[in-house]
């Protein structure tokens, strides 16, 4: 079962910042969280992961909390073409493990 | 990362026949996995592509249902046997480069069984 909670939807004003909130309370010590995002119809693409510290890549910035149970994907500077379903995904099994989906969140960036 | 080619990229099949779904990746990749998207849902993992060695199964999926195989580090099949009309899903390839490395996946199989 996933280990993470999102909300089902989001709407996000074009050029505004999205900030995509994450539970997964029950997340081990060793466990790295996951973003990925899927465009319609295409596969998920990567976005960035962490385990500790907040992140930051070309894409979007990642922060968590200090106790780890939740984390916020940042999209700075929103596009219509961010609208697409984010994934928050916990990896299990350790290095060697897989990706365990949840159900995302259906972000829309509007005009 | 690794780039990821499926075929093919769509299908439609008549209930009771197979269809084998093949994933290339152009690198040596140490992990491989096969992905189940039914229509407007998450994705549900189905089984871990083991090269050398049989694949590893989610609960609720079974080599019957859908045989893998892994012949070496680059490639993958997945079979749909005996297909019914509750098959019809987007089949998606992943594959990891190494322990370091992040998942990337293909674009799909997109099959209809009627």
């Known amino acids: 079962d996933a280990k993470t909670t999102q909300p089902p939807s989001m709407d996000c004003a074009e050029g505004r910042a999205a900030n995509l909130p994450c539970n997964h309370s029950t997340i081990s010590g060793n466990e790295y969280v996951y973003w990925y995002r899927q465009i319609h119809s295409q596969g998920p693409q990567y976005i960035i992961h962490?385990?500790?510290n907040n992140e930051t890549n070309e894409m979007a910035s990642l922060i968590i909390t200090e106790d780890r149970k939740s984390s916020t994907l940042i999209l700075p500077h929103a596009t219509l073409r961010d609208t697409a379903v984010y994934y928050c995904i916990v990896r299990v099994g350790g290095s060697q493990g897989n990706l365990i989906f949840g159900k995302g969140t259906k972000l829309s960036v509007k005009p | 990362s690794a780039v990821i080619s499926q075929k093919p990229s769509r299908d439609i099949c008549q209930r009771g026949t197979s269809l084998t779904i093949q994933c290339q990746v152009d690198?040596?990749?140490?992990?491989m996995f096969w992905y189940r998207q039914q229509p407007g849902q998450s994705l549900t993992l189905i089984a871990t592509?083991?090269?050398?060695?049989?694949?590893?199964?989610e609960s609720g999926f079974v080599i019957d249902k859908f045989p893998i195989s892994r012949p070496n580090l680059t490639f993958s099949t997945l079979t749909v046997s005996n297909m019914s009309p509750e098959d019809s899903s987007i089949y998606l390839c992943?594959?990891?480069?190494?322990?370091?490395?992040?998942?990337?996946f293909g674009s799909g199989t997109r099959l209809t069984v009627v």
């Open positions: 690198s040596q990749v140490t992990m």
């Open positions: 592509a083991n090269q050398g060695s049989e694949a590893t199964y």
């Open positions: 962490g385990l500790k």
């Open positions: 992943s594959a990891r480069l190494g322990l370091y490395y992040g998942y990337t």
